[in-house]
Nanobody, 124 residues
Framework: QVQLVESGGGLVQAGGSLRLSCAASGRTFSTYAMGWFRQAPGKEREFVSSTGWRFGSTYYADSVKGRFTISRDNAKTTVYLQMNSLKPEDTAVYYC?????????????????WGQGTQVTVSS
């Protein structure tokens, strides 16, 4: 069982930055792939970024590549999402999630554990 708690969301102007954090409970954090997803009103939940558990591999949606950076600190059982050059279209509720799968980390169905979400609003 893994419990996830996101923080760091807020209101920011276009071009600004935010850093999201996701604190995980459980001693097996280092064995889970971690992902960030987002969901805007009226839209489906979409993949943002993920990081593997073994080699620290990272993956990004094309829409955030070059602007967002995912990282994890296994000692602190925390995963981060640094978001730079934010755009109004980045506005959404951001969720972190934990997966025991070894692939398909861009699919919500691959994740068994989800946080409650944190709101990110980017004003133009």
């Amino acid at each position: 069982q893994v419990q996830l708690v996101e923080s760091g969301g807020g209101l920011v102007q276009a071009g600004g930055s935010l850093r999201l954090s996701c604190a995980a409970s459980g001693r097996t954090f280092s064995t889970y792939a971690m992902g960030w997803f987002r969901q805007a009103p009226g839209k489906e939940r979409e993949f943002v970024s993920s990081t593997g558990w073994r080699f620290g591999s990272t993956y990004y949606a094309d829409s955030v590549k070059g602007r967002f950076t995912i990282s994890r600190d296994n000692a602190k059982t925390t995963v981060y999402l640094q978001m730079n050059s934010l755009k109004p279209e980045d506005t959404a509720v951001y969720y972190c999630a934990a997966s025991s799968y070894t692939s398909s980390w861009d699919r919500p169905a691959s994740y068994a554990y989800w946080g409650q979400g944190t709101q990110v609003t980017v004003s133009s």
